[in-house]
């Protein structure tokens, strides 16, 4: 699984160059908030919603509670033709500084 350090996406999300996506249950979302800055699809739909939700220009930065979906989102939007990276869980975001919305 292709892999972006934690601190590095939290840079490169604050620079505009990159999106950060949350592929979790929006009942986590609810419970825990997620990044701020970030597009919500849940992993069940991230096919079918990626191509009119985010653009192929920025590499995409995914995440979910511990990194299991995230992997296999990631797997998905290559399929697709982005260019897509795992951050691993929120836990990660937030110990590498991400900030989070409710």
């Known amino acids: 699984m292709t892999q972006m350090n934690a601190q590095e996406a939290v840079a490169k999300a604050a620079a505009g160059e990159i999106t950060i996506l949350d592929v979790r249950e929006a009942s986590e979302v609810q419970q825990t908030g997620m990044a701020k800055g970030a597009l919500h699809i849940p992993l ?3 096919a079918l919603q990626a191509m009119e939700k985010m653009s192929k220009s920025k590499p995409v930065a995914v995440y979910c509670a511990v990194g299991g979906r995230a992997g296999m989102a ?3 939007l290559k399929d697709l033709g982005f260019d ?3 951050i691993g869980g929120l836990g990660d975001w937030t110990s590498a500084g991400g900030a989070v919305s409710r």
């Open 44 to 46: 069940a739909l991230v």
């Open 74 to 76: 990631v797997q998905a």
């Open 84 to 86: 897509a990276q795992s």
